[in-house]
């Protein structure tokens, strides 16, 4: 199959590979270096038809031509996609946030492997604004969710490692709905608590889970602001060995402001709990509070509602910023709008009048 | 003086008029009924004079010229803005939330006349989103801030009562500017906790109030998600009679959550007081938190380098603004969008699909 595959020449050859090993190998993809070259047909029916039987070849093969900046695959990836909509949105959609150190990916592999062996299909996926920035990844490290990655019912996917974040995180968006018509139940998508990320990937999730250390508020410094309240749940990681006896009174100070804070997601109050990825406990515990989630919400109309808004939302974000691309798309302009800003920031003129010299 | 102002027959005449004796008449302000006329024309270089001079009729009159919407209106009010860039800057500006009920007028009512007491001149500027969507103004009510409208320190006005919250917001700026000019030492700009009202406010002002009641917490339900992060100051409003232990736990519960958050100004440890308008105690604590703050902040880069980032932050707003408003200004552009936003709620074609029809 492998020799078939006409994208093997492209940027993505090696994620189709990792895809089928189960590892990945982002540390090593520079994509800047490869050529673009008109790109061999690919039979979308073919691929629709592999991708609704779960061959995770085809579901790499797919992301592959999401992520790919050549035109042709662009119009063959929505194509695709759009041929794929109808079984897409099954399942259950969980963001993963937490400071660095909090532990992320020892958590999603602990968390991942046990909804594996209680029969789920997990895809991880992961959006990192620090990749777009030094083209690294947070999922680059080939030693990180090892066995995770190579559990038959997990699919890891690394970040796309090139484009704006909005780009990013439209790619991710797509990733996410080509995991879903691949029968994956469970997606699980970390991002690092910095900038804009957590705001888009909770622009793309239903439950959104911050990962916090012991000594509430101290680590959450240098997080956005905010963050806390974006959150459905709350767990206090590494409560293990000695550490336990604090994480429980971490859990308390946390419950205590998430009371005096606004819900994530109206109708759920939303709670903190300990868990550990060593002793691997707690783990089921923020299953059953997800699984509570899911059935609480999906008894009024906020679950279905708000994905809707998500869907609305990201068309217009995707208008806008198409807006301000084309826009800055001048290369003069970006100068001339900088030489504004420094006469306005000299007070010279006013920012109304700077606008007005844009637009005349 | 009266009667040779210009600009009397235009929708700002009553404004005018207010500002010289002091009250505002928001209510009766029908700004659609006035028809535009072509303006006569106004007397910069005077208009510059007076309003150094502190010649309050002259500041009403500039901030109508401001809120125009005449064209030849909007060039003489950017002409005259550019004219005092140099005079403005120097007063601080604080902006006041909370939630409806927690006191906000009568909270300016007595913390603005206790400084003017004080010796300070003190301009009142209202953002109320409200007013864009009922022609209402939550500064409308001529009971409102009667003992500070007729201070000769104090300039109250009226919030604009008609447009976008995006040209509201820039002539409140625009109008912060002016009082500058005008020798107002503390601008407060007053606004209602929803929609997206307080990140503007907080994008213009050095320190950030939050109003809250009794019963932390509670009250803050239906306010703006992270409203207390933006918070420099917490005031805890209505801390008389039987309500003063009540107050003390409630600024007490309100330390240990801005504890755990991060703070809205680096530098700066965010902290709660009590205070009541009618016993009239807390008003000056408060006031020597926010002089402490001044110095505290001025002895770092912050103070100024926020104000230019929030002046840079203002502009590049307004390049995104008029660039989605040129975008839509096409009324069929609405209907278009509209229909390829539910084609895709449908989920018969991709987001980016619809994306594309709209920048093909």
Chains 1, 2 share one sequence.
Not at 243 to 251: D, E, G, L, M
Request: aromatic letters at 6%.
């Amino acid at each position: 199959m492998e020799r078939k595959e006409n994208l093997q020449q492209d940027k993505g050859a090696l994620n189709v590979r990792s895809g089928v090993e189960g590892g990945h190998d982002g540390l090593t993809i520079k994509p800047k270096k490869f050529k673009k070259k008109s790109p061999d047909p690919v039979n979308i029916n073919q691929l629709v038809e592999e991708i609704r039987f779960g061959h995770r070849t085809s579901l790499s093969k797919a992301i592959t031509l999401i992520e790919s900046s050549h035109h042709e695959h662009k119009e063959q990836a929505q194509r695709l996609l759009q041929e794929l909509l109808p079984y897409t949105g099954k399942s259950i959609r969980i963001g993963i946030t937490g400071v660095p150190g909090a532990g992320k990916s020892s958590f999603i592999e602990a968390f991942g492997t046990m909804l594996c062996n209680m029969g789920k299909k997990v895809a991880v996926l992961a959006i990192d604004p620090s990749s777009t920035l030094s083209g690294g990844s947070i999922l680059g490290d080939k030693t990180r969710m090892e066995e995770l990655s190579r559990n038959k019912s997990a699919f890891v996917r690394p970040s796309p490692s090139a484009g704006t974040l909005g780009g990013v995180h439209k790619k991710s968006r797509e990733t996410m709905l080509l995991c879903e018509a691949a029968g994956y139940d469970v997606i699980l998508i970390e991002t690092v608590g910095v900038g804009q990320s957590e705001t888009y990937v909770r622009g793309m999730v239903d439950f959104f889970l911050l990962l916090v250390l012991t000594g509430a508020g101290d680590e959450l410094q240098g997080m956005k602001k905010g963050i806390m309240e974006l959150a459905d749940g709350i767990v206090v990681h590494k409560s293990d060995g000695d550490n336990v006896q604090k994480a429980r009174r971490t859990v308390r100070e946390y419950m205590q402001i998430l009371h005096f804070l606004q819900p994530a997601t109206p109708g759920w109050m939303s709670r903190a709990l300990p868990a550990s990825s060593i002793e691997k406990t707690g783990l089921s515990d923020i299953w059953e509070m997800i699984c509570e989630f899911e059935q609480t919400i999906k008894r009024t109309d906020i679950w279905e509602s708000r994905r809707l808004e998500q869907t609305k939302e990201w068309f217009h974000t995707m208008i806008r910023d198409s807006l301000i691309d084309s826009f800055f798309q001048n290369s003069n302009r970006k100068i001339q709008v900088k030489s504004i800003e420094e006469a306005i920031l000299r007070g010279e003129i006013t920012v109304t009048q700077g606008v007005s010299k844009l637009f005349p």
